[in-house]
């Protein structure tokens, strides 16, 4: 499976920017959909998943009631909406796949090739 992420940019602090991960197969029923970021010099950090047959989403504290993860069955997509952005924000950013639910990027089979939020102060 391969993941093509895209939407990344630069945007002033309180703006928005919307990322959407593409799939090149099937997205199953029991797979995991996932976000993650990482910021020059930092590790790799969760931001939020959801699952693809129930929906369930779930957020890293940093980005609750900001950001917003959802999918598009159809079209085989899942996005994020990133509201009110924070310089502390900027990253850049990776979609992934896993088979099961986890926060650990070590956990995700599948990674997409990141791409580049940069929020301005």
């Known amino acids: 499976v391969q993941l093509q992420a895209s939407g990344g940019g630069l945007v002033q602090a309180g703006g928005s920017l919307r990322l959407s991960c593409a799939a090149s197969a099937r997205i199953y029923s029991s797979n995991i959909m996932a976000w993650f970021r990482q910021a020059p010099g930092k590790e790799r950090e969760f931001v939020a998943s959801?699952?693809?047959?129930?929906?369930?989403?779930y957020y890293a504290d940093s980005v609750k009631e900001r950001f917003t993860i959802s999918k598009d069955g159809a079209e085989n997509t899942v996005d994020l909406q990133m509201n009110s952005l924070k310089p502390e924000d900027s990253a850049v950013y990776y979609c992934a796949m896993a088979r099961t639910y986890s926060r650990y990027a070590k956990e995700y089979d599948y990674w997409g090739q990141g791409t580049l939020v940069t929020v301005s102060s």
């Open positions: 959801i699952r693809w047959l129930s929906r369930s989403t």
